[in-house]
């Protein structure tokens, strides 16, 4: 299976900021990548997909890039309502496998 | 608009059987694939498995394969798990998730239902 490492697993940051997520993985999944946000006792919701592309409703201060077996998922201008989880995928082989999460708090 | 809700969780020995449901509504389920994705208390994300929006074939993890079998009734909207031989770290949340495709291989999950949750206690 492909293994995803994200990181940092926690991330202390104050609204307005910009931060960036990294999601490694083991072997090149070209650009079958996608992110999710997960907020306490919700089901997550699905953020990008093929690395870059934001789902619909998805604000444009979410960006995502990369190729191969780096990604970054940035958001630009933190708001209140993005304190949360974020979760990296990949979806190259019939195996999925997700990063272990990384935690948004504020500072 | 899209609607997973999942039934069926509850609590279970080691070495039972629980059959969990997800009833779809809001969308041409026939023309999606389906997964399961679990989630233990307090850890990440974990993908269980998947069928195709025909039926047609299944994708297991390897720490499922064989215990549980993934199954859908494209005529009553319905996808179901069946989970035998269950132990302590099956213990989670287990939510039904929508393919956007299905049509072949697993893509990723565009839409997700609230989760039943699953305990393996003696």
């Known amino acids: 299976d492909i293994q995803m490492t994200q990181s940092p697993s926690t991330l202390s940051a104050s609204v307005g900021d910009r931060v960036n997520i990294t999601c490694r993985a083991s072997?090149?999944?070209?650009?079958?990548l996608a992110w999710y946000q997960q907020k306490p006792g919700e089901a997550p919701k699905f953020l990008i997909y093929?690395?870059?592309t934001l789902r619909g409703g998805v604000p444009s201060r979410f960006s995502g890039s990369g190729s191969g077996t780096e990604f970054t998922l940035t958001i630009s201008g933190l708001q209140p309502d993005d304190f949360a989880t974020y979760y990296c995928?990949?979806?190259?082989?019939?195996?999925?496998?997700f990063g272990g999460g990384t935690k948004v708090e504020i500072k | 608009q899209v609607q997973l809700v999942e039934s069926g969780g509850g609590v279970v020995q080691p070495g039972g059987s629980l059959r969990l449901s997800c009833a779809a509504s809001?969308?041409?389920?026939?023309?999606?694939?389906m997964h399961w994705v679990r989630q233990a208390p307090g850890k990440g994300l974990e993908w269980v498995t998947f069928?195709?929006?025909?039926?047609?074939?299944?994708y297991y993890s390897d720490s499922v394969r064989g215990r549980f079998t993934i199954s859908r009734d494209n005529s009553r909207n319905t996808l179901d798990l069946q989970m035998k031989s269950l132990r302590p770290e099956d213990t989670a949340r287990y939510h039904c998730?929508?393919?956007?495709?299905?049509?072949?291989?697993?893509?990723?999950?565009?839409?997700w239902g609230p989760g039943t949750l699953v305990s393996v206690s003696s």
């Open positions: 069928i195709r929006s025909d039926g047609s074939e299944m």
């Open positions: 809001g969308f041409s389920f026939g023309s999606h694939g």
């Open positions: 998730a929508r393919d956007p495709d299905g049509r072949f291989t697993p893509y990723y999950f565009d839409n």
């Open positions: 995928q990949q979806y190259k082989g019939q195996s999925l496998t």
């Open positions: 093929k690395a870059s």
């Open positions: 072997q090149s999944v070209l650009t079958w």
